[in-house]
T-cell receptor
């Protein structure tokens, strides 16, 4: 199956804990993105990446970190510095972020703080 | 700064009614793209349409149609003969170029409830 997979579907975080959300794609897209969605809100951009080993901060990068060691993978770590991490996290891919191409989204991960 | 406004927070209709979702945007760019996405209760965003700023022709796809008016900076979405399966949150988005990379600015979404 071609597409974007995100795991886990639900994730629980304890206070002071770092957690990592997985995003994998087999669409051969260069660009990958992470968004955060809060209830009743639109999507806000956390980080994005056009190529391996390169990524840029989005509008709300504080308290988050990413890596892009492989083209297919763009994991997001929610660190203990993120004081309000409860949200729905969506990963997206695009053919090439140098052009204004369509972004395609994964199924998302819901992060809850215990 | 880019901005997308979806003034309708929630709309409720009865099946078979027509419904229009409004989207107003702000940008200083002369070349830009506008998008609509659907988010059903499952959560995944589904791409519906991408339209560039130079193409003001209306588009129709089955029961869906889009009206792009550059003069009023609007990109409205109409569902004809709505169905229960159309119930979802709909997002309008605007592309932006940041240091050579394209990102999207989203509106806050409009929740559409279609009852039988």
């Amino acid at each position: 199956d071609g597409g974007i997979t995100q795991s886990p579907k639900y994730l629980f975080r304890k206070e002071g804990q770092n957690v990592t959300l997985s995003c994998e794609q087999n669409l051969n897209h260069d660009a990958m993105y992470w968004y955060r969605q809060d209830p009743g809100q639109g999507l806000r951009l956390i980080y994005y990446s056009q190529i391996v080993n390169d990524f840029q901060k989005g509008d709300i990068a504080e308290g988050y970190s990413v890596s892009r060691e492989k083209k297919e993978s763009f994991p997001l770590t929610v660190t203990s510095a993120q004081k309000n991490p409860t949200a729905f996290y969506l990963c997206a891919t695009g053919v090439d972020s140098r052009y204004q191409e369509t972004q395609y989204f994964g199924p998302g991960t819901r992060l809850l703080v215990l | 700064a880019q901005k997308v406004t979806q003034a309708q927070t929630e709309i409720s209709v009865v099946e078979k009614e027509d419904v229009t979702l409004d989207c107003v945007y702000e940008t200083r760019d002369t070349t830009y793209y506008l998008f609509w996405y659907k988010q059903p209760p499952s959560g995944e965003l589904v791409f519906l349409i991408r339209r560039n700023s130079f193409d003001e022709q209306n588009e129709i796809s089955g029961r869906y149609s889009w009206n792009f008016q550059k003069s009023t900076s609007s990109f409205n979405f109409t569902i004809t003969a709505s169905q229960v399966v159309d119930s979802a949150v709909y997002f309008c988005a605007l592309s932006d170029m940041n240091s050579g990379y394209s990102t999207l600015t989203f509106g806050k979404g409009t929740m559409l409830l279609v009852s039988p």
